[in-house]
């Protein structure tokens, strides 16, 4: 039976690229997502009413049974040759690591604080994003291109800018130190030896860094190292403020909080 790994992370930490990087390996399988309601994963387990009131049963069941592992494997296999894609397809006698992505929000709502300090088999991989507000003004930045539909919201900005409600964002930056802190303190229950640490910031600086960064997470796992291709796109500068059209309404809301620090830094 291959290992078990899991990606604790937030939303807006580059947390879907790790998981290309990992499923691009023939040894790994990461199903991303499967505790969120928009899940598909989720939404299968749902549809054939299994697992409904064990979420800890629910997420062993995707790493450890060989029936729903092959069936994952299947249907993967199946979107790869459709896509035409078939090269990357994967078979359950090669892989050596199996996992999940998902959000510390999740584990902490869903009574799964326990999950991974009670399963010494797992390995944990903790992506976060220093700079608050940054992840807070990207997740603006994403609403408004339609990947989640607000062009209504931004009428009228000047192009390749969003406007953002100040107040609005104050709270989301809230929530996400929130996140921050919850992931911090997940982590902290796990022996160390069982955990890699791993920021935004620093993954994602230049290609030469990502590449470094998929080399540590195969070994960390124990798969067989590759080159992974990098398949990713910032929707922000270095400086977070430059995507803002009413950039000068935000400096001013953020005067006198605590995240008036990540005003004058970068690090996008």
């Not at 939303?11 to 499923?23: A, C, E, P, Q, Y």
């Not at 790493?63 to 299947?74: D, E, K, Q, S, Y």
């Amino acid at each position: 039976m291959p290992d078990r790994h899991v990606i604790l992370t937030m939303g807006r930490t580059g947390s879907n690229t790790l998981v290309d990087i990992l499923n691009q390996n023939p040894e790994a399988l990461n199903y991303g997502e499967v505790l969120g309601d928009w899940s598909p994963v989720r939404k299968i387990q749902r549809r054939l009413g299994v697992w409904r009131k064990d979420e800890a049963a629910y997420l062993d069941a995707l790493t450890t049974n060989p029936v729903v592992i092959r069936a994952a494997l299947g249907v993967r296999d199946l979107r790869k040759r459709l896509s035409g894609a078939g090269a990357e397809t994967k078979r359950a006698s090669r892989l050596k690591t199996i996992g999940i992505k998902d959000f510390t929000m999740h584990f902490s709502k869903r009574g799964l604080d326990d999950y991974l300090p009670a399963r010494p088999d797992i390995k944990v991989i903790g992506l976060t994003r220093e700079n608050v507000l940054a992840r807070g003004i990207s997740g603006a930045a994403l609403a408004a291109t339609g990947v989640v539909s607000s062009r209504s919201a931004n009428a009228g900005t000047a192009p390749g800018k969003v406007r953002v409600n100040a107040a609005v964002l104050v709270e989301r930056l809230d929530f996400i130190d929130w996140e921050t802190r919850e992931l911090d303190r997940l982590l902290d229950m796990i022996p160390p030896e069982r955990v890699l640490r791993l920021s935004y910031e620093r993954c994602y600086a230049d290609p030469e860094a990502t590449l470094d960064t998929a080399a540590q997470v195969y070994a960390f796992l124990g798969v067989t190292p590759i080159v992974p291709k990098i398949r990713m796109s910032k929707l922000l500068s270095r400086d977070p403020l430059e995507a803002i059209e009413n950039a000068d309404e935000v400096r001013e809301a953020l005067r006198g909080t605590r995240f008036e620090r990540w005003l004058e830094r970068g690090g996008v």
